[in-house]
């Protein structure tokens, strides 16, 4: 039967012989739902502090933005601004356009700009990447008035909420990730296994893997929630990973996992 629990390798797995003993012949199928919970723990933490920057940023940095811009009105898809075109809104620091506004034609893509995005007659045009444009039809807004009061609002909903959005899709994608390596884990083990003269199935082994990431995944949430940068950090987190399942396939010497245990 199983030993410990899904929270005793939080800890445990920096330095327990005993728990990868039991993880190799008793954790087939649990390890899966320990990696979610482990992932999620560690997205905590970061997603606090992504969430503390953005509200920085928003609350430093957006009213210098929003204060620039004009009363925007949409009316079965046409685009109307009381000011002189082409209407830009500025960076502050770089005193650069980070938005162009023209009803004009005069602009009609962000080609020869470094504008962010470009507000046509018809269209939004918006920079996704150097090398991705976006482009977004007015055609289906029938009445929609933008103003910076109704701006602000927007951004003190998405500083309230956007790290509550994003926390499932980043744990989801997280998950997906460190699935993928510790299948690949696993088959190193293998080899690890072989070396040192042990029969160990491939689903202990993925078991095995998943604990030994387990130390490599702790530090690296550390690693990223503070401003320190470590030359060549992913061999690192790599190596300790790799550590931690030598010594935890090597921790299951002496038994046959898959077989009765005699102990």
């Not at 020869?112 to 976006?134: F, H, Q």
């Not at 103003?147 to 951004?155: H, K, Q, S």
Request: glycine share 4%; with cysteine.
């Amino acid at each position: 039967m199983k030993r410990y629990s899904t929270v005793h390798p939080l800890f445990m797995s920096f330095y327990s012989r005993a728990l990868y003993r039991d993880v190799g012949r008793n954790w087939k199928g649990i390890s899966f739902l320990y990696l979610l919970l482990l992932i999620a723990i560690c997205w905590i933490p970061v997603m606090f502090r992504i969430h503390s920057g953005v509200s920085d940023f928003l609350v430093k940095e957006a009213p210098a933005i929003v204060r620039q811009i004009p009363v925007i009105r949409i009316d079965h898809g046409k685009v109307s601004v009381d000011e002189k075109m082409p209407y830009f809104i500025r960076n502050p620091k770089k005193d650069e356009p980070l938005i162009i506004i023209d009803t004009t034609g005069q602009y009609s893509s962000l080609k020869g700009t470094d504008a962010w995005a470009l507000l046509t007659k018809t269209e939004l045009i918006m920079r996704k990447s150097p090398t991705e444009i976006r482009t977004f039809q007015m055609s289906r807004i029938e009445d929609l008035v933008i103003n910076r009061a109704m701006v602000y609002n927007w951004i003190e909903t998405f500083r309230k909420w956007f790290a509550v959005v994003l926390y499932p899709f980043a744990v989801l994608a997280s998950y997906v990730y460190r699935i993928i390596q510790v299948l690949f884990y696993a088959f190193i083990g293998l080899m690890f296994a072989k070396n040192l003269g042990l029969k160990l199935d491939y689903q202990s082994l993925v078991s095995l893997a998943i604990i030994a990431d387990t130390p490599s995944i702790i530090i690296n949430t550390l690693y990223n929630y503070v401003d320190v940068r470590i030359p060549f950090w992913l061999l690192i987190s790599f190596l300790i990973a790799m550590g931690y399942l030598f010594y935890g396939v090597k921790a299951n010497s002496g038994k046959e996992v898959g077989m009765p245990a005699g102990d």
